[in-house]
């Protein structure tokens, strides 16, 4: 994962300007304490802040390397020594480049140096912390996405695929192939590893379980009224009670099937009963 503040041109953007405000108001702390701002101290606040700025994109790596660190004085001991590698560079090297490179040792600029070393360190010692917590909570927040996205496509991927009902089916008859829309089927009789399949005309014989024609035949249609039977309700002439827990179902063209007690309750379910 990259630094966030360099993954769009916007946070670039933003990261460049939070430096610029900091460096604007180091001259202002600069001019107001020691009441002018001459060419060293301009000079060492642009490079030093720049060199902590590097630093601070830097430690996003490590940072986010042992950001599970549980125990509170190891965790404290990580950020001290980082705080002080990061503090080493950025005002260390800082001083070097500035006196030995762009001033040529000029005289004036240790003693500014020296003065404003303390409130440098602790300016260093806030920005580290904001820019910690900053990224200890970008690291959450990736993290809750991630987590998120993860418990999506696993629902995605236990969910139960939605059964794609028939509109009609294709029988085999004597050498010869039929198309029967569904509305023509006034029940189905299981038969072994086959089922029967009844229309006004004839009867036809599918190596499909029961179970099959259970859930790819339309619900608002059928209903399994028995482990051996599934009937179109809009065949239906009556119900009546045969024996106890048991039930008859007349058709309209004579037929009379059997319904179990549950097959029934869920039958009058269906027809509104």
């Known amino acids: 994962m990259n630094n966030p503040f360099l ?53 996003w790596h490590p940072i986010r390397y042992y950001r599970n660190i549980k125990n509170v004085p190891l965790f404290l001991l990580f950020h001290f020594i980082l705080f002080v590698i990061s503090g080493i560079i950025w005002i260390g090297l800082g001083y070097c480049l500035t006196q030995y490179v762009i001033l040529s040792n000029n005289v004036l600029y240790t003693p500014y140096f020296i003065a404003i070393l303390p409130v440098r360190v602790a300016t260093g010692i806030l920005i580290y912390i904001i820019f910690v917590l900053i990224y200890y909570l970008l690291m959450s927040h990736n993290e809750l996405k991630a987590q998120k996205q993860r418990i999506e496509e696993k629902s995605v991927a236990t969910s139960p695929v939605p059964i794609e009902k028939l509109s009609r089916i294709i029988v085999k008859k004597n050498a010869e192939f039929h198309c029967i829309l569904i509305n023509q089927i006034r029940y189905i009789e299981a038969n072994g590893d086959y089922v029967l399949i009844y229309t006004d005309t004839n009867k036809y014989l599918k190596d499909q379980t029961m179970k099959y024609w259970e859930t790819h035949l339309p619900d608002d249609c059928f209903v399994r009224i028995h482990r051996s039977f599934i009937v179109n309700i809009e065949t239906i002439a009556k119900i009546e009670l045969y024996e106890k827990e048991t039930y008859k179902v007349h058709l309209k063209n004579g037929d009379i099937l059997k319904a179990s007690s549950s097959g029934y309750k869920l039958l009058r379910q269906k027809m509104n009963l």
Do not use: H
């Open 7 to 59: 993954n769009t041109l916007q946070l670039r953007l933003l990261y460049i300007s939070i430096w610029v405000m900091i460096i604007i108001a180091q001259m202002g702390m600069t001019y107001y304490y020691f009441g002018q701002i001459v060419l060293p101290e301009i000079f060492d606040s642009i490079l030093c802040n720049v060199l902590q700025a590097a630093c601070i994109l830097g430690m």
